[in-house]
């Protein structure tokens, strides 16, 4: 048996701890400071309002009848002031007001290959004293954009690369002091709400994508065993067209939208599915919201799921413990997103994933492409439907019309993954693919280990352009080079 060479857990996507509970209405605000501290300030007022007129609090405080009115009065006003304060001063806060150190520039230099846009990270020195939310101004034409910095093990800063930046060529950052925007003001900010059963995701005013973390029930009552929760649906393209099925009625209802699941696999020599919820020898549920985070330059969340063997001895028992770490990047034109899975064996048995045709990171495309004539299929190899099944591409394309136009979806494979470039499950009469590594042979998955995979989406309006789509796997899988330098430079 295969022993896989696991990758160390890395900060990833969205891992600033925000409390959060899942059934909170407007659940994506509280990861903003500024609505926080604005809510706290409501309720401080209101209750600084009511301190002459409660005896109680009176008592606490132990003032002097002679005395409450003054000194009430004074504390009010310190009150205020204080948390006036605050407004302008957050403390310990994710998104509290920079402070730009003018010492550092930032250069990013674009490498062997033209960047036409996205997401571009720096590793900050540890001394470079930086807080939530950061301004930039490029030093060639002064525009000014936001960033966005991400804490962790290693702090790093993020923001979006608006215009192409040729091969060879070099651009360079200044921290602005005079920020064009506050945060809530930039118009491609990413927020997520909770509308107590979904995680939903836009960018500006347009939805990108929902996270169901509620059960949703079987569209066939007489099948229950179709409910299920832990799955992204729908997805949608920059125009809000419907890139996704949900449990199709009559065809493969075990499938939704974008979801993970192992197809053949075996614990203890007993056979586990959980893929084919029909079966009954397993299930995949969500456990819980773990924290949420929302910003000018990314947003997102992470959660929970729970992987079941149904027909353990004794009952139901849970196998893998696994982490969905999903971030929304504030780009208009491609929607652009990351997502990543982290698995661990609960029990204290390898569990093995078998050699089988499918499995893994699936997704299921618009239920107008069930028509083999409305769905097309395209990979970096050039290969369609026909001829790209269990090949090994960089990047898998799903396109036909919805709802009249012309759009697709586009899944990147990490090139530090598992068996990369893994190959893909191309259904020939279905619209949906998965990477399924275990084309390949049998693995292990191990006891205390974590099983960590990584994937790229993005979804657009119009027709394939296989150019695009290289040019954007080079910049997620060869990122270009940055560093923080003294601006002396």
Known sequence: MQKIGFRAPQDTPGNRPVEAAP??????????????????????????????????????????????????????????????????????????????????????????????????????????????????????????????????????????????????????????????????????????????????????????????????????????????????????????????????????????????????????????????????????????????????????????LRHFELKAPGGPRQRIHETWNVRVYAQAKPFLWDFESRQIVTGNQPLEILEFNYGGMMIRGSRQWRDVANCGFLTSLGDSRETGNHTRPKWVEMFGPVDGQEAGIVVLGDPQNYRSPQPVRLHPSMPYFCFAPMVLGEFDLLPNKTFQLQYRFFTHDGPPDPTANDQRWNNFAEPPLTRVLPEEN
Request: proline share 8%; aromatic share 8%.
């Open 23 to 304: 059934s909170a209405p407007g659940i994506g605000e509280k990861g903003s400071s500024w609505d926080n501290c604005t809510l706290h300030v409501r309720a401080y007022k209101m209750t600084c309002a009511r301190l002459p007129n409660d005896p109680t609090m009176n008592r606490h405080l132990g003032y002097r009848d002679s005395m409450k009115r003054a000194s009430l009065g004074t504390w009010k006003l310190w009150s205020y002031l204080a948390l006036e304060a605050l407004l302008v001063f957050p403390l310990a806060s994710s998104e509290a007001i920079a402070q730009p150190d003018e010492s550092h520039i930032i250069e990013v230099t674009a490498g062997a290959q033209d960047r036409t846009g996205g997401p571009v990270v720096v590793d900050l020195p540890a001394g470079l004293k930086l807080q939530n939310p950061v301004w930039l101004k490029r030093l060639d034409n002064g525009i000014q954009l936001p960033a966005q910095i991400e804490k962790g093990e290693g702090r790093r800063l993020w923001w979006i690369l608006t215009e192409p930046l040729p091969k060879a060529q070099t651009r360079r950052y200044a921290f602005s002091k005079t920020p064009a925007l506050t945060p809530k003001d930039s118009p491609l900010r990413v927020t997520v709400t909770d509308d107590g059963s979904t995680l939903q995701v836009q960018v500006g005013t347009r939805p990108v994508l929902h996270y169901c973390h509620a059960t949703i029930p079987s569209p066939d009552a007489t099948k229950p065993y179709y409910d299920r929760s832990g799955f992204i649906h729908p997805v949608f393209s920059p125009s809000g067209l419907v890139m996704t099925d949900g449990m199709p009625i009559g065809d493969h209802t075990h499938q939704h939208g974008v979801m993970f699941a192992w197809r053949q696999a075996q614990y203890e020599s007993r056979e586990v599915d959980f893929w084919n919820v029909a079966t009954g020898l397993g299930r995949v549920e969500h456990a819980s919201v773990d924290h949420i985070d929302q910003g000018p330059v990314w947003g997102g969340f992470q959660v929970t």
